[in-house]
């Protein structure tokens, strides 16, 4: 079965600094794997996903994340925090043609002024 | 307008009462889900569908029942409501094969 871990459930950083929010996943396969962004009282909306290919991928506002499959991670950063990038943050992974994903429990990022 | 669309947004009920929450969108995919979110605890898929006559069984569909009344609509029951139903419930909707979500803005449920 396919599972996600975020290990930070909270993490503040300083507008302007750079940020790194960590995702390791659990399937057998090369999987899909999803960023999700959720801002107060909002859905979630997709940051940037990976299928196959480049191992380096470039979102929607500035983001990237890179799939590492030797360690099962898909790390998201971002070089330049913004205060409207606090939100919750979720890692998704999804089997290829299952049609369903697994997601993380969150990561809320507080951005300082 | 909202591509997916969920109804109502914010319902407060009682213990034992049926609520239905619903969902219509316009993206025109065929695959629909129901995911329940706590506090805490990610995301949690209740029941997901790949066409009108396709229901399957998410992860925590005790409690819960679904209805695929069009391809662009998708409904949640409660049967008989209990407080740990209390959530945010969201609809979503994906296109195969890569199958990232579309989210709705959420139906906040409470459950006295």
């Known amino acids: 079965a396919q599972s996600v871990t975020q290990p930070d459930i909270h993490i503040t950083v300083s507008e302007g600094a750079s940020l790194e929010l960590r995702c390791n996943y659990s399937?057998?396969?090369?999987?899909?794997l999803f960023w999700y962004v959720q801002s107060p009282g909002q859905g979630l909306q997709l940051l940037l996903k990976?299928?196959?290919?480049?191992?380096l991928v470039q979102g929607i506002k500035g983001f990237e994340a890179e799939f590492k499959r030797s360690q099962s991670s898909f790390n998201l950063r971002k070089p330049s925090v913004h205060w409207s990038d606090a939100a919750e943050y979720f890692c998704?992974?999804?089997?290829?043609?299952?049609?369903?994903?697994?997601f993380g429990d969150g990561t809320t990022l507080t951005v300082k002024p | 307008d909202a591509d997916v669309t969920q109804t109502p947004r914010n319902r407060i009920t009682k213990t034992g009462k049926r609520i239905m929450l619903e969902c219509s969108q316009t993206?025109?995919?065929?695959?629909m889900y129901w995911y329940r979110q706590d506090p805490g605890l990610g995301l949690q898929l209740i029941y997901y569908?790949?066409?009108?006559?396709?229901?399957n069984k998410g992860e925590i569909s005790d409690g819960y029942s679904v209805s695929r009344q069009a391809q662009a609509k998708f409904s949640l029951s409660l049967e008989s409501a209990i407080p740990n139903q209390t959530a945010l419930y969201f609809c979503?909707?994906?296109?195969?094969?890569?199958?990232?979500?579309?989210f709705g803005e959420g139906s906040r449920l409470t459950v006295l």
């Open positions: 979503a909707t994906s296109d195969p094969p890569a199958g990232e979500l579309f």
């Open positions: 399937y057998g396969a090369t999987p899909y």
């Open positions: 990976y299928f196959s290919g480049d191992t």
């Open positions: 998704a992974v999804g089997a290829p043609n299952a049609g369903k994903s697994t």
């Open positions: 993206k025109g995919h065929d695959r």
């Open positions: 569908s790949f066409d009108v006559k396709d229901i």
